[in-house]
């Protein structure tokens, strides 16, 4: 039950702290990409649509300020002012103004005007032709007459504008004719001009817009102005009017380049969710290596607690029963030593009572004798006496011995069985005792794959952090980038307002993007952390382990070493044994050598009986010889 609760919140932690947050990372990322691409491209096909609007515009202003440049040579010389305002000379003008001019810059008409409004010189293309400038041009023409007329007299003063010839633009240039370098005079009153027209054909419109890469540029006649027209740009006179509009094919660069990039980008973002997915089950992988770890870590540990608690526990019945044993056998020597002491007490007392009782018979026995027997028997009364004693003494002293011999044997037979039962537990325990060093051994050996899996933790984490470090990386790209479209938004400007506040947004997704890596990052340290805390417990608990297994050890030893003794306590209780059994055979030889002592000294006594003249010295020495076994 508390596995599945771990697990539970194992996995909540997942979603809570890998899952979410990387899934929400990888949307938000793939909505900015495709923003991002999206508003560059259209920004892009923006840009374009401008700068082809302002090459349009330059065609058109180029070839004006070409027209311009012109006038200062033709207008502004010396031949100019002798040939055209001091003199007419049509020849000059046709060589050097009119067809010249058609030929050599494409100028469709030219035009001299003096200062009372006539036309005094006039030329269609090639040829000089009846042209009236004020029907061709109408009020253009007089508006710019009357502001260069408003102008001092022989100052170089210039006007350029556009105008419609039908259906087609036209270009015009007009400019005062004044001397250079001033070897002629001006006469006095009102300036002539130089007027130049230039009407702009379609082939014509092509190829200025072929220089300007807008090789399908040409002229509409529809004065309905339309703003911001991709592809389009009104032109106006000099006096504001809509003349029409330059149209040109709009090239769309950032179309295109969103159509190459629809593919690259699903790739992109199709191996961001494989990475992505890989990356979460990497991660929970690791997490639930991780649980498995720590629980297996646990269980361990409470397996090491209970075998070092069985050791204690068996560690503590060996002291039990070695006390036990060793008081058993202190009250049992306590017991021989009391029943020794009992035997010789009562030995004595029999001893006593023996000697009295012989003293009586001996006297009631060998009295009516005594007179008959002193003499023959004085010699043979001390060797028969002194027979009789040493046989009594080593009678009384085999009675012992059998005796002692006997409750040796049975308490030998008491302590046989106790000695082989204290063997038998001292090999119990050695068994017990190599059962918990195996145990231990293989809790330590278990220790050492918990190490092991732990090792394997902290390599997992370790890649973890690098795949965090790459998603780091692309944030950083990211803010990288941001800032750089801020820079562009700033160059384009109010243009750019738009592009600086999706960059702003982009930054502060970066910046998010960093944060939430920056706590995974500590989370996988705090995690690496708790790694080495619990690689640290697990090196404990293995030391732990092997001073368990070093102590089993010498216990083992120790009760081998018991059980030797109580092995070689039973082989001396045996020996012991054997010994008692010998002593009580050598007692049996022992009491019949006495038996036939006593027989022998009876036959004395036969003898003494006979010595009847000895019975008194034989009474005076046995009274002696009673004080004196008395006193002994």
């Known amino acids: 039950m508390l596995g599945s609760v771990r697990d539970h919140a194992s ?6 702290h890998f899952l979410y947050p990387l899934c929400a990372l990888m949307a938000v990322a793939g909505i900015i990409i495709v923003a991002l691409l999206v508003w560059l491209t259209v920004n892009a096909d923006a840009q374009e649509a401008a700068r082809e609007a302002e090459l349009a515009r330059l065609v058109v202003s180029s070839r004006l300020d070409f027209m311009l440049r012109n006038q200062s040579d033709y207008a502004t010389w010396d031949d100019s002012v002798a040939k055209l305002v001091l003199s007419i000379d049509p020849d000059w003008a046709s060589g050097n103004i009119g067809p010249y001019l058609f030929r050599t810059q494409g100028y469709e008409h030219s035009f001299v005007i003096d200062g009372h409004d006539r036309t005094i010189y006039a030329s269609d293309r090639g040829v000089a032709a009846r042209v009236n400038p004020f029907a061709l041009m109408g009020p253009t023409l007089t508006r710019a007459l009357a502001e260069l007329r408003q102008k001092p007299i022989g100052e170089d003063h210039r006007r350029s504008g556009l105008f419609r010839v039908g259906d087609q633009l036209a270009a015009f240039s007009i400019a005062a004719i004044v001397p250079d370098p001033g070897k002629v005079r001006l006469p006095p009153g009102p300036a002539s001009y130089l007027l130049l027209v230039d009407i702009l054909t379609p082939q014509q419109l092509a190829s200025l817009g072929t220089e300007r890469r807008l090789p399908t540029l040409h002229f509409t006649g529809d004065p309905v102005t339309k703003p ?18 330059l149209r040109w094919a709009v090239q769309l660069p950032g179309t295109a380049l969103r159509d190459r990039c629809l593919l690259p980008l699903g790739i992109l973002l199709l191996a961001m969710v494989l990475i992505g997915s890989r990356v979460l089950r990497r991660c929970r992988l690791a997490v639930e290596q991780t649980d498995a770890a720590m629980r297996q870590s646990a269980a361990d540990a409470q397996e090491a607690r209970f075998a070092l608690e069985d050791l204690k526990r068996a560690r503590a019945d060996a002291t039990m029963a070695d006390a036990a044993a060793r008081e058993k056998l202190e009250v049992i020597v306590r017991d021989v030593r009391h029943e020794n002491n009992e035997l010789n007490r009562r030995l004595a007392a029999t001893r006593d009572a023996a000697l009295i009782d012989a003293k009586e018979q001996l006297e009631a026995k060998l009295s ?12 043979l009364t001390a060797a028969s006496e002194l027979v009789r004693d040493q046989g ?25 069985p106790r000695a082989a039962a204290f063997a038998d537990a001292g090999r119990e325990i050695e068994a017990e005792a190599r059962t918990a060093l195996i145990e231990v051994q293989r809790a330590s050996d278990d220790g050492e794959e918990v190490q092991t899996s732990i090792a394997a933790l902290s390599s997992t984490l370790d890649e973890i952090g690098s795949i965090v470090g790459g998603i780091d990386q692309v944030s950083r790209q990211t803010n990288l980038l941001a800032l750089n479209a801020s820079i562009e938004a700033a160059r384009c400007g109010a243009a750019g307002a738009g592009f600086a506040v999706v960059a702003g947004e982009v930054k502060a997704l970066a910046d998010h993007t960093a944060d939430l890596t920056r706590q995974v990052t500590d989370q996988l340290h705090n995690l690496l952390r708790r790694t080495a805390d619990t690689s640290g417990a697990a090196r404990t608990v293995a030391s732990a382990l092997a001073r368990t297994e070093r102590a089993a050890e010498v216990i083992t030893a120790v009760v081998r070493q018991q059980v030797q003794g109580a092995s070689s306590i039973r082989q001396s209780i045996d020996a012991v044994a054997d010994e008692s059994r010998g002593t009580t055979t050598a007692v049996a030889n022992a009491r019949a050598a006495i038996a036939a002592g006593l027989h022998a000294a009876d036959r004395m006594d036969e003898v003494a009986t006979d010595l009847t003249t000895a019975l008194s010295s034989l009474n005076d020495d046995i009274a002696l010889f009673l004080r004196q076994s008395r006193a002994a």
């Open 11 to 16: 996995f909540n932690s997942y979603r809570r």
């Open 228 to 245: 911001n027209v991709p592809g389009s740009v009104v032109l106006r006179s000099a006096d504001g009017r809509p003349l029409g509009h």
């Open 392 to 416: 009594r003494g080593l009678e009384q002293l085999v009675e012992v011995a059998t005796k002692a011999a006997t409750e040796t044997e049975r308490c030998l037979g008491e302590l046989t």
């Open 368 to 379: 009516p004798l005594l007179d008959a027997m002193q003499g023959q028997a004085r010699t």
